[in-house]
Each structure stands twice: as C-alpha cells, then as structure tokens.
C-alpha cells in the first residue's frame, strides 16, 4: 500500500517504512508527525487530486538538518554588480510508520532501538600500561654516523 502526499509545496509518494526528506517540520508530540493533505491512497476508491478525508499518513522523525550549500549569484554585465550569497536549505527526515484508510492500517515493522556503547574500564596501570606496550611496534635501532665527511678541496684555476 502507498499513499501520495502534499507538505512543503512537494508531493511524495510514500509507503510503510520509507524514510523522505521534506521542508523543515515542527517536531510533534513525541517525535511523530502527522500529514493531513493526502491526495491518493493505493487500493482505495477515491478518485487521485480529491484530499482523502478518512485517511491519514504517520510518520516519526528520524533527523533534522541542512542540506548541501547552493551558490547564488547575481551579475550585470557591464555595470560592475556582482553579488555572491550562499543559502543552506533545512530539511527534516521522516520516517513514515503508518498508512490508514478505510479501517485499514498498514504499519511499518519496528526498528530496533540502538543500545548506548559500554566503556570498558582498565584494571591499574599495569594492564594498561601492557596493553599499550604490545600495540606500539618496537622501535629500530638506527647506528652512529662516523665523523662528517669532508668536503672535497676546491680546484685551483
């Protein structure tokens, strides 16, 4: 199942676990996002362009940031005016959950959540100070140099 959605000026169609970037978004209660102007459901009756009124798309937020850097730059020939500015659209990535419509629900399986990363802590100095002593290679003995050598007498004309 997929639906066809409007947010931010831009249509996308969407199914159960898709992730989309759209135009910034408010953060909802608790991180989901709901989208309200739905002009297609798949399997549905509804004819495509009419806004579906029993349907409804949600989705979770899974980023926030900004886009790439887009130069913008203005020019006149021959009147000297040149402008340079740079603009860095926001963009919000959404994950969409769940797609109902006529007391049909189609869910997106559950991502498992990522467990925090345990620090292992070193018994005293001395496992430590081992273990450090067993990553570092051994270092090359370089041998003394003799004396300078001495430069070549110079030729006489």
Same mark, same amino acid.
């Given at each position: ?6 947010? +931010? ?7 159960? +676990? $898709?992730?989309?970037?759209? @135009? !910034?978004?408010? !953060? *909802?209660? $608790? *991180?989901?996002? @709901?989208? %309200? ?7 549905? $009756?509804?004819?495509? %362009? ?5 349907? #409804?798309?949600? +989705?979770?937020?899974? @980023?926030?940031?900004? +886009? ?5 730059? #203005?020019?006149?020939?021959?009147? /000297? ?5 740079? #603009?860095?659209? *926001? ?6 959950? @769940?797609?109902?419509? !006529? ?6 399986? $559950?991502?498992?959540? &990522? /467990? ?8 005293? %100095? %001395?496992? #430590? ?9 051994? &270092? ?18």
């Amino acid at each position: 199942m997929y639906a066809v959605i409007r947010t +931010g000026g831009k249509q996308y169609r969407v199914a159960p +676990g $898709d992730v989309i970037r759209v @135009e !910034n978004q408010a !953060n *909802g209660t $608790d *991180g989901r996002v @709901e989208f %309200g102007d739905i002009l297609a459901v798949s399997g549905g $009756d509804g004819e495509i %362009g009419k806004p579906q009124p029993d349907a #409804h798309v949600v +989705g979770e937020i899974v @980023e926030q940031g900004r +886009g790439k850097k887009i130069l913008v730059f #203005h020019y006149k020939r021959k009147k /000297q005016y040149k402008k340079l500015r740079g #603009h860095r659209q *926001g963009y919000t990535a959404v994950r969409i959950t @769940e797609i109902a419509f !006529n007391g049909q629900k189609f869910t997106a399986p $559950d991502l498992p959540k &990522k /467990q925090p990363k345990v620090k292992k802590v070193a018994a005293e %100095g %001395g496992a #430590h100070a081992e273990a450090k002593a067993a990553k570092a290679p051994a &270092k090359k003995k370089v041998a003394k140099k003799s004396a300078a050598k001495k430069a070549p007498p110079k030729k006489k004309k």
